[in-house]
Nanobody, 129 residues
Framework: QVQVVESGGGLVQAGGSLRLSCTASGRTFSTYSGGWFRQAPGKEREFVAAITITLSGSSTTYGDSVKGRLTISRDNAKNTVYLQMNSLKPEDTAVYYC????????????????????WGQGTQVTVSS
C-alpha cells in the first residue's frame, strides 16, 4: 500500500502565497497521477490540480477556479508533489487533500476523485480577507 501525507497549510491573507507538499511512502511507482482536491465544510470535494507521470513525460491539469494562480510540480527523487498557491482568495479556504493514482490518468478521469486510489488526511488552508 501507499501512504500519502500533506503539509504546508496555514493562515494567509488574501493575495498571499502558500506551498503545499504531498509525500508518498511505501510502495511507490514510476508512472502515476498525483492530484490535489479541496473541500470546504458542507461542500462537495473539488478538483484543484493534478500531474500525470508516464514513461515518456508528464502533464498537468488545473481546475477552472484556480487556473493561472496555482502550479503543481513534483520531485520524483523525494516522492513528493507540490502545489504552489499564489494570489490566494478567501474562497480558496478549505481542507486540501492529496491523492494518488497508480494508473496514469488522462482527461476527464484526472479530475475525478473516484479515479484515485490513495488519499492523505488533508491540510487546512485559511485565507483571510
Amino acid at each position: 500500500q501507499v501512504q500519502v501525507v500533506e503539509s504546508g497549510g496555514g493562515l494567509v491573507q488574501a493575495g498571499g502565497s502558500l506551498r503545499l507538499s504531498c509525500t508518498a511512502s511505501g510502495r511507490t511507482f514510476s508512472t502515476y497521477s498525483g492530484g490535489w482536491f479541496r473541500q470546504a465544510p458542507g461542500k462537495e470535494r473539488e478538483f484543484v490540480a493534478a500531474i500525470t507521470i508516464t514513461l515518456s513525460g508528464s502533464s498537468t491539469t488545473y481546475g477552472d477556479s484556480v487556473k493561472g494562480r496555482l502550479t503543481i510540480s513534483r520531485d520524483n527523487a523525494k516522492n513528493t508533489v507540490y502545489l504552489q498557491m499564489n494570489s490566494l482568495k478567501p474562497e480558496d479556504t478549505a481542507v486540501y487533500y492529496c491523492a494518488a493514482s497508480r494508473l496514469p490518468l488522462r482527461a476527464p478521469s484526472v479530475s475525478d476523485s473516484r479515479a484515485y486510489d490513495y488519499w492523505g488526511q488533508g491540510t487546512q488552508v485559511t485565507v483571510s480577507s
